[in-house]
């Protein structure tokens, strides 16, 4: 049989290259210690790669974690994760360019749930009428806040983070310029509170009442503080109204798929500007205000979604919207309370039967 030629020199020359692989020196393997990882991580530690123990599966979960993690994947070529717990290969990709930048939450990590409680003061800067946000001047509300977070700290083993539910779009009663019946507060007529929480270790939430407007529109007007590590967004579907509604003549609500491009949009946000986890709240304190609330998007996590319940009045009524509204929505991992100080009867929970509530709220307001 004819054998082909030999090769030209040419043709030599145009064959591809084929790079080396990177030393295994340079791959991290993180593993959450589970004994079914035992011959996978003796296999990575006898070739020479790097073993990062996360029980939580979350390498950015605490301060300790976090550093432990930055540390490794510093000049590391590879992060490899040993089970499902750490998510996809481009989500270590994403913690750890976080990593990198040194921010960090309030609270310590990159990770804003689980693992911590929220206490938090409702209300919009320079009036009180809309919550105790607004009752004094801004140095005074930081520490009212933290006041707060420390009514919970011996109750908890879990950080408590001081927190503000800034109210940036406020439902109005008339349809204004723009026709929307919503007022959305400058940016610059916020920034003095926020950054004045960054320097206090103080979480920050914008909630926003869009009107006739739709949520993502509305987030996009806030996008500049959205980008700051310590904010994160709140809907409040009850000022979400159609084309031909009003205020205060039916409760609003808010489709599902509209509530994921919120989703979609803010974890982008997060990755494009290389950001910590963001929380999304979701208020709610009727099933139709959210019909399809189970099914909100928990697969980016860049964003961790919380359904928060905003029933007042006698507290049995209170308990009754809680079980109501968790049986509508199962699958969702963290929920907030509200406690208000002038609807709830005979008043407020206290701390202590706060925490009692089942299962253990994540975020605590108060109004």
Known sequence: ???????????????????????????????????????????????????????SGDPGATSESLSAFADAAEGATSLVGLGEEFGEPDSLDWRAQVAATGVELPGGGLTTLPGKTYVALYGT?????????????????????????????PLTD????????????????????????????????????????????????????????????????????????????????EWRLGPDEMHMVRIGSVEIDEVNRVVDWMAELVREH?????????????????PGADDADRSRPEVAVLIHADGQGPH???????????????????????????EDVPGPFTPEATMQVEPTPDFISYQ
């Open 1 to 55: 049989m004819r054998q082909p030629p030999p090769p030209l020199e040419s043709d030599r020359d145009e064959l591809p290259s084929t790079a080396p692989p990177p030393p295994l020196e340079s791959t991290v393997v993180l593993s959450t210690g589970d004994p079914a990882q035992t011959a996978a991580v003796g296999t990575a530690r006898a070739a020479g790669a790097q073993v990062l123990l996360v029980p």
């Open 316 to 342: 049995g009524s209170k308990m009754d919207t809680w079980t109501a509204l968790q049986n509508h929505a199962p699958n969702i991992e963290h929920w907030g309370w509200k406690n208000f100080y002038d």
């Open 125 to 153: 800067p320079s009036t009180g009428a809309l919550g105790v946000l607004g009752e004094q001047p801004i140095e005074q509300t930081i520490t009212r806040a933290q006041e707060h977070a420390s009514w919970y700290e």
């Open 158 to 237: 879990e950080p408590v983070v001081p927190t503000l539910e800034i109210i940036a779009t406020v439902a109005a009663e008339e349809a204004g310029p723009d026709g929307n019946y919503s007022n959305e507060l400058p940016v610059e007529q916020l920034r003095p509170l926020v950054e004045l929480a960054a320097e206090n270790d103080v979480y920050v939430v914008l909630d926003l009442q869009p009107g006739r407007s739709d949520f993502l529109a509305q987030a996009q007007i806030y996008e500049e503080l959205l980008r700051l590590p310590h904010v994160g967004l709140a809907l409040d579907p």
């Open 274 to 290: 290389d950001l910590p986890q963001k929380m999304l709240v979701l208020h709610q304190f009727q099933i139709r205000m959210i």
